[in-house]
């Protein structure tokens, strides 16, 4: 069991991480960021699409003719994306006043056909979905650590508006960083975004590179590689 | 050539029942939330107007006793809009209606306008608006306090000449940062003031 899910769960995670290192979704990703709460927001109702697409895309991969594919993914991913929109807004309204202006940004995130496309459609129904929730999770961390850097330097501030998804006892959630901070405008507008995720992918990259470094070191003195 | 028209028709028809299924999926959803939708729509509408006007100062189907009134340059609008009308005993009380502000720093600033008869502010909201977060979005209720000011002053509270932002001469505070949208805002709620105090009885004209 473990061996199917675990590379799964490391892939969506970190080593293959949607926003991080396929660079997908960007268009939300950048344009919702700008809080915590924001990208949390857009990282759940996410989530939510990448295992029901993903399921759903798996369960019928038998079924999709393969030179038709691309079609049959839009149609499933844009019909789960209406009915987790409508049933949202009938049952679910206060959330949906919250998260509804996320939902269709949601048919634009590629990662979505990117899984379907990657992984469902060639994997059975059991780690599609591990590796829908996964990958969401994944993107969800990028999101909420994105739009806690640029809500930090833009107003000083993490968490602000909490309330708006947990309720009126999240009001008092938000940290304030730094007291009479003047605001940087620059982090909160898109250049802000792209400049945060760049620097999130090269902190990244940095761990790697180093991640790396160690495990060549400590083999090396015991046996040189052959390949060179 | 027959080889490709079978193949056209098997992935056709493939593609033709995933269609039907999508479609089958999303039309039952739409129809079993419809109700709940426009319940929910309903209530939030209701939310809004009762947070400028006290559902205890009237007494009338406020909801259904609407006047849609034409596009009005002073208010903004650009399409047919409902005006709200409260009364109490069958006599005017309040009317709530859209304006929109068109010279936010980032677009239209959509405000629902709360009026009592006498002229006086019932209160102002901001419905919709794309101004910058962390500065302009002040206006939003959610976010500071600051549109709250509006509650109770009129035309001659303060005088027509200081409706406008202290940066220019006027009554109201600007934003650090953000001067542009609180002018924008306060130029909307004056006008709106004005086209009501110009408009009032046939605003509140029964319907027939």
Known sequence: ?228 | MDEVKTKIWKVGLMLALFAIGATSLVSLTEANTRDKIIENERQTLLAAINALVDSNDYDNDILTDTLLIPRVRQLGTSDFTDVYRARKGGSPVAAVFTSIAPNGYNGKIKLLVGVYYDGTLAGVRVINHKETPGLGDKINVKKSDWILQFKGLSLTNPSESLWKVKKDGGDFDQFTGATITPRAVVTAVKKSLQYFEKNRDELFKEAK
């Open chain 1, 1 to 228: 069991m473990n061996d199917v899910y675990g590379p799964i769960i490391r892939d969506g995670l970190w080593k293959n991480n949607p926003a991080l290192v396929q660079l997908l979704g960007l268009c939300p990703l950048l344009a919702v960021s700008n809080t915590t709460i924001n990208g949390l927001g857009l990282g759940l109702a996410t989530i939510l699409t990448l295992v029901a697409s993903n399921g759903l895309v798996s369960l019928f991969r038998k079924k999709i003719p393969d030179e038709a594919r691309l079609p049959v993914f839009v149609m499933i991913i844009a019909s789960i994306v209406t009915v987790i929109e409508l049933s949202m807004n009938a049952w679910f309204h206060e959330l949906y006043l919250i998260l509804g202006i996320f939902i269709p940004l949601i048919v634009t995130n590629c990662a979505i056909t990117g899984r379907a496309e990657a992984f469902a459609a060639r994997n059975p129904v059991g780690p599609s979905v591990v590796d829908g929730l996964m990958m969401g999770l994944g993107f969800t961390a990028v999101l909420v650590l994105l739009g806690a850097v640029r809500e930090l330097i833009g107003q000083g501030t993490i968490l602000s508006e909490a309330h708006l998804m947990f309720g009126e006892a999240a009001r008092n959630m938000t940290i304030v960083v730094i007291e009479d901070y003047r605001g940087f405008l620059m982090a909160l507008l898109p250049p802000g975004a792209f400049i945060g995720l760049g620097l999130i992918v090269a902190l990244k990259n940095v761990i790697d590179a180093r991640q790396k470094n160690k495990q060549a070191n400590v083999p090396s003195t015991e046996a040189t590689p052959a390949e060179a």
